[in-house]
Each structure stands twice: as structure tokens, then as C-alpha cells.
């Protein structure tokens, strides 16, 4: 699995980005922009159980990850039409303010390492990187298990510091200063 320090995969993949079928596709790079950073996620598979707490849960903290210049993908297996479909069953996906992204052809998710053999899909995995394109966090949990995206949110605050920052430091605490 690619980790810390790794320059994150520069690939494109298509993206739904609203309800609308004359509307919904995108191409979406995983390229660095200058002076962004980007929040990478992975869910399994569409029209599941789990999966949906999540993304609805980065979505309502879109414009915090926005406020410290984040731009959020939230990326699966699954094709851009079975996205599609997913978002406009489910209401709490319905107004996503970021693309659900396909990598039905797994090369971003192999590349990075994180293919579940037995299941075929996605771990459950998140990756902040920074504008130069490096991976900075990983966190990968088991696929019965949801993330905390505003713990994810809380690790980009203390990354964006450039300051070494205690266990459970929050943005506008005292980070740690080498004496």
C-alpha cells in the first residue's frame, strides 16, 4: 500500500456531480492544484449499509474541508451510472456537494494498494494529501467499520500547522514547541 511520503497517483476518472443525467459526468483529476489539498476517500460499494453514513457525513463537513482549502473526492468501484443511481435513491446523497468518483477499471485502487482481494472492491480507506501531491495521512479501516471524517478533518488542521501537534491537539490549541 503507497503511505506517507508517497507522491499520490495523478489519475482521471469519472465523476458524478449532480442528479441530472444531461449533467451528472465529469472527468475528475486526482492531480495537485497549487494551494490545495485533497481528501481521498474509498467506500466498498454502492447501496450498501455503512457506506452511506460516511459520505453523507463528509458532505456535511464540505465547507469546513473548503474553509482550509481541501478539496473533497469520495471514490468507489462501482461505475458512474450505478453512482448515479445510488444518489438519486438516497436522499441524504442526493445534494453531494463533491463527486462520487469511478474507478470501475480498479487503477487508482490498485496502484495505491487497496483492493480488498476477497471482496474485489475498495478498502475503506482515506488518504489527505498535500498540494505538492504527497500523501501525508493514511487510515484504513475494516470494511464492517465506518470513519470519522471529522477526525480526518482534525488530522488536516494539525497537518496544515507545520508544527508538531499532541494526541487529540484541536485547531486554535498550542502545538508542541522543542525546547
Given amino acids: 500500500m503507497l503511505g506517507i511520503g508517497a507522491k499520490f497517483p495523478e489519475v482521471t476518472l469519472k465523476g458524478v456531480v449532480s442528479n441530472d443525467i444531461n449533467t451528472a459526468f465529469k472527468d475528475v483529476s486526482t492531480a495537485a492544484k497549487p494551494g490545495k489539498w485533497k481528501v481521498v476517500f474509498f467506500w466498498p460499494k454502492d447501496f450498501t449499509f455503512v457506506c452511506p453514513t460516511e459520505i453523507a457525513a463528509f458532505g456535511a463537513l464540505n465547507e469546513d474541508f473548503n474553509d482550509r482549502d481541501a478539496e473533497l473526492l469520495g471514490i468507489s468501484t462501482d461505475s458512474e451510472f ?12 442526493n445534494a453531494l456537494p463533491f463527486p462520487m468518483v469511478s474507478d470501475i477499471r480498479r487503477e487508482l485502487v490498485d496502484t495505491l494498494g487497496i483492493l480488498n ?8 480507506a482515506t488518504y489527505i494529501v498535500d498540494p ?7 487510515y484504513v479501516t475494516d470494511l464492517d467499520v465506518g470513519r470519522n471524517p471529522s477526525e480526518v478533518l482534525r488530522v488536516l488542521d494539525a497537518l496544515q500547522t507545520d508544527e508538531l501537534c499532541p494526541c487529540n491537539w484541536q485547531k486554535g490549541q498550542e502545538t508542541l514547541k522543542v525546547a
Fill in 82 to 93: 450505478v453512482h448515479l443511481a445510488w444518489r438519486q435513491a438516497k436522499e441524504e446523497l
Fill in 132 to 138: 505538492d501531491g504527497i500523501i501525508r495521512f493514511v
Fill in 117 to 124: 482481494a476477497a471482496e474485489g472492491v475498495a478498502q475503506r
